[in-house]
């Protein structure tokens, strides 16, 4: 039998109104037994595996030459043959260069992506537990062929599409494919033929959650033949569209092109009124045309985007395409017809009504309390006295839900929402409240703060005087070198007054100064930039700097250093006193 005449024989149409025994005899399997091996391998080699079909990859040249689709690309290359061709070397080389980078940036993000991409989906390989040969075994998801009989229980993702021939008390989240956030409890009768696909309460779709229960299950439609499938064809052949950016950029060089070139003309047109000549004009008119073309824009552009990008991954986002970071914070309105589209699909307790007390619950980033609002509860809501033990009891040992380990602060769970719910609010209660939360009315810079600001002023204005002090009194230098010195000073000082933004409970050398990169990399180019003040000679007569001893440059460095040290000093010491916390 040929291949696409065994898939049409095994082609089921609403299996949602057929009774179980029709269902098995149209898929030929057993509901006890399942399907032989032999079976199964004909079946996959028919139906090939359970997977949805992946758009074609770009090839590497491919994803590098897209670098290069861009409209300010087009104006940049176009400037770069004029710039040789009138002999203008450096800024050729210059826009060549940025060319380079901004290609190369844009593929390596790009390219990173998708081995991100690649190596989730080599980790996120799904399991299923179906009956072959009559004995229960665990396979592949993309194994799967329909006629299989599945075994579904709690926490299990559906692999495939199927009709349920039995369950107990079972529960599915469906927001992947309906939206619905409440968990659909589910049922083996037959519907009519009729019924929408969010309202078949006897199937299980591909890519949903068992959140209670367990089932048996015969599946009827694998890979794209699955109602998943069928939405993400219906993805795949949308028209794709440019994102925002790329059209504000075909808009800009649009706009370059004819303003450029139409202050070119008039340039000429006047040029050659006045009597110039017209060689000269037409290579004046053509370098200024290059120089007004914007050669740092798609450089600064993919900067920006790929540091979007980097801060996107950090939070375990992975974005595709560069020009997609820029989409989505243009993203203003979505508009949605379905609550779960955009809840996290959890639920949260709220209130709790129990023995004659009504109690709200306070969440915080440390745990939860709860607080009595009716009149006759006890003040002290913090206490767990307000909650009887037979809550706690209830609430964990009759739940079927459980909690995994922290993933980013978050504790990850199965089951039930409202068992979760549960199991979230012990856990959270159990911990107690480390510090007083802020006061509504506290300003943002207290007392506290104001008189730290001054007293760190006052240590760093004593080092700048002390060091003017020094170099007139006992060296006896000039006002101009003493003012020198005094601005080496403050410039050094304000540089590593940085370190003193550490809290006070942090360490001395591991702390949220001195782990971040960003920090150390504006330190080095303002340092840089302090010296090629002094060092470059036509910036050194500017500033009018004068020529700084090598004892000059030692007194500099005494007194740029010493307030860091005296402020650390006083953070060690004072260490347990609110003055110095933050």
Known sequence: MAKNEQRSALHISSPHARENEELLQELDTNAEEGLSRQEAEQRLQAYGPNQLEEQEQQSLLALLLSQLNNPVIYLLVAACGLAFAFGDTPEAIAIIVVIVLNTAIGFWMEFQARQSMKALKKMDVVKARVLRDGREQEINAEQLVPGDILL????????????????????????????????????AAPLKEDTQVADRRNMVFKGTAITNGSGKVAVAATGMRTEIGNISALVSSAEAKQAPLDKKLQRLSHRLIWVTLGLAALFFLFGWM???????????AIAWTIAAIPEGLPIVASIALARGMLRLAKRNVIVKRLSAVETLGETTVIFTDKTGTLTENRLTLDTIQLDGVRARVDWKDDGASVRPTNEGASAQSGERKDLPALFFRIATLCNDASLSEENNGQREGKGDPLDLALLRFCQAYDKVMRQKPKEPKEPIVTRRHWLRIGTYGLILTSALAA??????EYWGLGPEACNNIAFFSLAFAQLWHVFNMREAEEPLFDNQVTRNKYIWGALALCTAAVFAAYFVPALKAALSFQTLSGRAWGLIAVTSVVPVLVIQAGKVVAKGYSFWRA
């Open 152 to 187: 579904l229980e709690t926490g299990a993702l559906v692999p495939a599409d199927g009709r349920i021939l039995s369950e107990s008390e079972l529960s599915i989240d469906e927001s992947p494919l309906t939206g619905e956030s409440v968990p659909v409890e589910k049922d």
């Open 274 to 284: 006045a009597g110039k000549p017209v060689y000269q004009l037409v290579q004046t």
């Open 467 to 472: 060091a003017y002090f020094f170099a007139r």
